[in-house]
């Protein structure tokens, strides 16, 4: 008795905020029953331009990666709908009688705030408009379960910190990297839920001051190279639980990722890889823009 399946949901602009995940279900769903799929368009956060990290590899796909599509896709939810249509990468290659109703005024340009709309929090996690930056500065490391991303504090997303982090000499040697657009303060804070529930944990909060000039992604592996040097016995990989290895492989989309940064724990070894789907997706991609620069 269904006459037609209508999407209308604000998604964040990354690929493991599952929202994206749902509507691909949807679109597959609908097109299986043969009933219309509308996508209601809303604003990509993270604006139309930005694109981050590697294609998911077909067998690292799962409700965390659902399509091979970057991690910062630079499309909104139905320019992307239309993109998983068109390049038939719906399940057994289905495709949906789909209608996008486009938003009035949005260009490419456009972050969250540029908008003038007010931001409601999709999920208590991503409590502010640029919440969605921080998300893809640790959310793939936040995975391990090992150092704190700052869920269960006030701060979602916003620190990598551990029990053992002298935050002062981590914080200044994440500024010597004079990372453009971002900057790092020493904290110590206990969160109130979680994993470490109570606990004191010292590190670096961050900040985004100029976020179109900083590469979100690679903070966490940053973090990570600097992190090692300070306390090789602390690798995260090491301490972390199997099956958050498991998990932070499909937020990957590949254990090469993985597999290529444990060597040295260098982000030079893994950018390649982060970075080289990027120009070739963005060429694809626009073909289905609905809106423009």
Known sequence: GIEALVYDI?????????????????MEAAAAAKIPFIVLDRPNPLGGERIEGNLVEKRFTSFVSQFPIPYVYGLTCGELARYLNGEQLLADGLT?????????GWKRSMTFPGTGLEWVPPSPHIPRDISSFY???TGVLGELGVISEGVGYTLPFQTLAAEWIDPGMLAERMNALRLSGVTFRPITFK???????????????????????VNLLSIQFLFMQVHHELYPEKNPFTLADPSRISMFDKVAGTDRVRQLFSK???YEDVQPLLERDAERFRGKAKGYWLYFP
């Open 264 to 266: 040295r724990m260098r």
């Open 96 to 104: 949906c009688d789909l209608t996008v109703v486009p938003m009035q």
């Open 135 to 137: 998300y893809v500065c």
């Open 10 to 26: 604000q998604d964040n602009g990354c690929r493991s905020y599952t929202y994206i995940s749902t509507m691909g279900l949807a």
């Open 191 to 213: 969160p109130f839920y979680g994993r470490a529930t109570g606990k004191a944990l010292h590190g670096i909060q961050i900040h985004l001051i100029e976020p179109a000039r």
